[in-house]
């Protein structure tokens, strides 16, 4: 089992400051589709013994400099050894052709960042869990489903990018005809992309500023992700994904056992948040006539809209998930 070289900048690239608590490195792990995936260390410093460990990804079509290293350094700070992955085909991760997305490669991702953290060193391979942001979120809780070695999961501000690829947002566009129109589109592109020999891109999220009569959550994603959260290499800041990169999740649901996981689930969303019912309605199929109920949660935040959970240290709940991964 070999790595592929990959090209990684060492400077600090980040969309928030570097702590003085923590060390940071970059590291590299394979996955089982061959593709090798580039990773940020964040290390508690001086810290002695084995330690639990976080992995962490999303959102969908961000990179680590953004959100998820947020997050894994904050978490670093509280004792935890952390990594923030690059999914595969994205970021400085390895995988061609270049903005793909997969249920089943992306949940490979999280089992192939276990595989990493229950072999290094520094870690206690019995007390490894994962967060999943926005449409990572689903993605942890379908890895969490299937691999028993996650001790403990939160999904953050998640999407079921099942649901929405399929229904569109709000289930708006959940019927069969819809459905069938935009296969008709998409297998239309295909042919033609492949006529061409090479792909298009579907497009990041809106230019700022944003105009006045486009939906609320447009406008905060763009304030994100091309403003105060910009990334050269996010697809969101840019041009967002392959034009046919999220096909595949138009008939895959990928939270189908979530009510087997046995065990630990923490579910966050801001009641403001655009996407709220998709956090509501996992939890309800998590639970619903499940055994494993007594280490669910669903938390709530009065006021907090979809990007309130991206890079809001007041709204993030930190202290909650410190308890809550404390207890694997």
């Given amino acids: 089992m070999k790595t592929a070289d990959l090209i990684m900048t060492q400077k600090w690239d980040k969309t928030f400051p570097k702590s003085d608590k923590v060390d940071h490195s970059k590291v590299t792990f394979i ?65 061609e052709p270049r903005y793909m997305a997969s249920p089943d490669i992306n949940t490979e991702d999280f089992q192939a960042a276990v595989d990493f953290l229950s072999n290094c060193d520094k870690v206690d391979p019995e007390r490894i869990g994962i967060i999943g942001i926005c449409g990572w979120g689903g993605m942890a809780l379908n890895a969490a489903a299937i691999d028993t070695r996650i001790k403990a999961t939160v999904a953050s501000t998640m999407y079921d990018m099942t649901r929405v690829n399929a229904n569109g947002y709000f289930d708006s566009e959940d019927s069969e005809e819809q459905r069938y129109e935009k296969k008709l589109a998409l297998n239309k592109l295909r042919t033609a992309e492949y006529a061409k020999g090479e792909y298009s891109r579907g497009g990041g999220c809106v230019e700022l500023p944003v105009p006045d009569d486009m939906p609320f959550f447009v406008k905060d994603y763009s304030e994100y992700y091309k403003g105060r959260a910009y990334h050269e290499r996010s697809l969101n800041s840019n041009e967002g994904w392959n034009s046919i990169g999220c096909m595949s999740f138009m008939n895959q649901p990928i939270l189908k056992y979530t009510n087997e996981i046995r065990s630990s689930v923490l579910i966050i969303h801001g009641d403001k948040a655009h996407s709220c019912y998709f956090g509501r309605d996992a939890y309800a199929d998590m639970t619903k006539d499940s055994k494993y109920t007594d280490n669910k949660e669903l938390m709530i935040i009065e006021g907090a809209v979809h990007t309130d959970l991206y890079d809001n240290t007041e709204v993030i709940p930190f202290d909650k998930m410190e308890s809550f991964f404390n207890a694997m």
């Fill in 31 to 95: 996955n089982r589709y061959g593709i090798t995936l580039a990773a940020d260390m964040y290390v508690p410093k001086n810290s002695d013994g084995k330690l639990p460990a976080i992995a962490v990804c999303g959102p969908f079509g961000a990179v680590k400099e953004q959100c998820s290293g947020l997050y894994a350094q904050t978490m670093a700070q509280r004792g935890f050894l952390t990594i923030a992955f690059d999914p595969s085909f994205t970021g400085e991760s390895g995988g």
